[in-house]
């Protein structure tokens, strides 16, 4: 019987997830197998969704809530996806707000359709700039000590952790890293990976091909300081047209977006968990991002071309009033559209604060496969 290997790979906002699944989906492709990629959002107009299919990659979105609160959407989705091209893999990508998916989505899974799935260790990315100062304890984060609570709790539930952007970090910087997450949860192998660069990723394939009992560390867990942790962070979807008589850069108008957000931020105190824009027009399209205060806006996809329109969208995910948020972004993108002599049309825009998690399934101890791990 075909049974599809389920990889899903979570981690904070910011720290990756799309960029390492996908490198993870064309290793697959290139060695023959079917993938399909499902992403996840508390909205629509999802930057990483648009993204993976303008690379060709046969992706699936759930909108509205995480998978572990759409649960039956996720498994649609999939069955979806099953229909079209019938998948080796599934790679999923969870809301980086999220955390206790081993109770509500992997044991789930395993409790559901045992029969329908191979369960691949969960791995868990770690941010270097935001996860340093959190699992250091330090004031001053951006985020309050119930945000933090869900980036401790994600790294908690993983059988793997991934330090990213290792290529950007000093030895002592990565070794002081490890030695926090083994402070924070002792003996859990780590590995340091780079996913712009692929450093670590032959590593990481050979762990995500292990048999085992994998996906089984159910959290004690607050859901109240949760829930209020996931409410400070004000999030933001929206889509744009510019249009201009005169043509321009594409590339430079999207880190110009993010670079005008950054310092907009930064004088209101409000830290980002994540900015992503993306540029699409006519087969083209360019994404920028910013993954910290502490980092520079960065093109991470150049689509090295000039426009005269472009429909961008902006995901914004920051530790501030969502208003406020509306209100900067509105402001910053209008701006960088003038500075290329451009008309701005904001077509959609969705700014809340996500809701109290309400699992549709919660398995409170861990079934057994059968198969042997840690």
Known sequence: MHQIRYIMVGGFLGAGKTTTLARLAKHYMDHGLNVGIVTNDQADDLVDTNMLRSLG????????????????ELMSTVQQISQQKRPDIILAEPVGSCTDLV????????KLFDADFVIAPYAVILKPSHGRRVLRNE??????????????????????VLINRA??????????LEALIH????ERPVLKISAKTGQGFDALTEWLAQDGDFGRRILDIDYDTYAEGEAELGW???????ISETEFELDQLLLDIVG?????LAEQSAEAAHLKTIGLWEGFFGVANLVSSENAAEL?????????????IVNARVACDPKLLEKLVTEQVTAAGAAVFGKVEFRRTQSFKPGRPVPTHRVEAPISDGRSSD
């Open 57 to 72: 990659f046969d992706v699936g979105e759930v909108a509205g809530a995480c998978f572990c609160c759409n649960f039956d």
């Open 139 to 160: 004031a001053g984060t951006g985020f309050s000590p119930k945000a933090a609570y869900i980036l401790k709790k994600q790294i908690e539930e993983a059988d793997l």
């Open 167 to 176: 290529d950007e970090l000093t030895d002592a910087q990565s070794e002081e």
């Open 183 to 186: 402070q924070h949860i002792p």
């Open 103 to 110: 109770a509500t989505v992997i044991q789930p899974i395993k």
């Open 260 to 264: 005008r957000l950054k310092n907009a």
């Open 236 to 242: 933001l979807n929206s889509s744009v047209r510019v």
């Open 300 to 312: 991470s996809l150049a689509s090295n071309c000039r426009v005269k329109a472009v429909d961008v």
